[in-house]
């Protein structure tokens, strides 16, 4: 069987936890056999935005000494290289999402959510004061 030799690309893709309506550009080098496989490792690299149906912006073949520099272009990135990443000196690099619609709920599933809650906490409260009854019960053979 022949193995295909595997090519370099750059995969450029949305990243950051830095909110659902912005975004933040890497390019990433991947070697892969085509494109459609490079695409895929690129959007598996940690602090891509998995849940972005177009988390990938765009993939490219390029020559060895064009993924290199991009190699270390991306050891040295200041987004790459941070610990925490939604740190402050990341903001002039933000990029809005262009199709985000933030999601608007309707006050009556707010009052819905809050009226099982209020009605799971009462029973909870209720478990647990006939446990504490039955504990005392047994414990001193009291009735209560």
């Known amino acids: 069987m ?20 912005n975004f933040i550009r890497l390019i990433f080098p991947v070697k892969a056999l085509n494109a459609r ?6 959007r598996q690299r940690p602090g891509v935005k998995h849940d972005h ?7 490219r073949e390029v020559e060895k000494a064009e993924f ?24 002039d690099r933000l990029e809005a999402e262009p199709d985000y619609q933030p999601v608007i709920k309707a006050v009556s599933d707010e009052k819905a959510r809050k009226s099982v809650s209020r009605y799971f906490r009462l029973n909870k409260n209720k478990v647990i004061e006939d446990e504490i009854r039955v504990f005392i019960a047994k414990e001193y053979r009291m009735a209560v």
């Open 2 to 21: 022949i193995q295909k030799k595997k090519g370099y690309f750059l995969v450029c893709c949305k990243c950051g936890h830095v909110g659902r309506s």
């Open 68 to 91: 290199l520099a991009a190699v270390s272009k991306l050891k040295n990135d200041i987004y790459w290289k941070s610990a925490r990443r939604n740190q402050g000196h990341l903001i």
């Open 53 to 59: 149906p177009d988390a990938v912006l765009w993939v």
């Open 37 to 42: 496989e490079a695409a895929v490792l690129g």
